[in-house]
């Protein structure tokens, strides 16, 4: 069967992948540059059987979705830095109760109400520590609209494998743009689907935080409230949800957390490389910034520079294990981001000087250009070469 061929912007492959993936409730607050995802799930979610409600602010927005979720919906929220910064305590809330939520962030230029137009990727930080105390996350930045239509529907099912808030990082320029591309074809995703306790009568006391399940690998499924009874709480607790504060109980939950996400690693990381077969340099990009990256890497080719790409998607957990690889035979890395440096300070703590590095970094809401990178890297070559 042919595929089909559509134009779509950014925001609006965000909405339509995750109604693929399975979403049937969206909470949202209006903010620039997320405001358009909200606009097509208020259409769209209808039509499929799915809720739309837009709430009274965007920690409003965060609770609610948690509670849908665990009500056993599939559940969404979107908006930008400001909104992202109020929800960061139900994102807490979500990853101490284990609830699979799916957080969409359109970076826009900040601190504050900042740049509202213009693109930005000064949210990597914020996803990664932004909510209080130790925790794992799972945040993912695609770099084209169909990759958002694509690795959206990645989001969900993550969420629901490892019982966690996922975090979907876009930028104003991601979510703004118009792309064409071949429409996938619903049935080559893999689905997951709200994992079930088969033939589990209502009066069982159901442990929703019972560690090394039988049912699925090492993670208890989620079963929705109204099939049986169980407690939720913010507050450390045990197997059953009741508030228990241990020390030894605190650790052990909190070693689960961390553990359900180090341990699964191989699945969870998603990268692209591009030239690196016999590439002497490495640029690092991701998000639209990877696109000037791209043409970067192309103008260096020519000019006799044998430089390659690395891509990460998988932003957090950080990529550490494939960029050692990679920092074990070249002789220099340029990283560029639209921030002061914040996934290159995550690379300096891993290349600890192993081999030279620059940075290409901008944070007055402009993007940054192919030239800016070829200079970088002819910079790293010249100084190599002295």
Known sequence: MDKKFVIMQGDQACAMGAILAGCRFFAGYPITPA???????????????????????????????????????????????PGFSLMQEALGYASMTETPTVFVDVQRGGPSTGLPTRPSQGDIMQARWGTHGDHAVIALYPSTVEEIYRYIVTAFNFAELYRTPVIFLMDEVLGHMRESFHLPDPEEFNIVERIQTKDLKRETVYQPFLENSELYDDIQPLVSMGRSRFHVSGLFHDESGFPVGTPDLASRLMKHFINKIKLHLDNILIYDTYMMEDAEYVVIAYGITARSAYRAVKLARTNGIK??????????????????????????????????????????RINKGLVPMETVLREDGALIQPFDIVDALTKLVGESED
């Not at 405001?35 to 209808?46: G, K, N, Q, W, Y």
């Not at 390659?308 to 002789?331: E, N």
């Open 307 to 348: 430089v390659g790409m690395f891509k990460p998607i998988t932003i957090w957990p950080f990529p550490a294990i494939p960029l050692k690889k990679i920092l074990s035979r070249i002789s220099g890395i340029v990283v560029a981001e639209l921030n002061m440096g914040q996934f290159s300070h995550e690379m300096s």
């Open 35 to 81: 405001t358009d995802i909200a606009e097509v799930m208020s259409r769209e979610l209808p039509k499929v059987g799915g809720t739309f409600i837009q709430m009274e602010d965007e920690l409003g927005s965060a609770a609610a979705i948690i509670g849908a979720s665990l009500a056993g919906v599939k559940s969404m929220t979107a908006t930008s830095g």
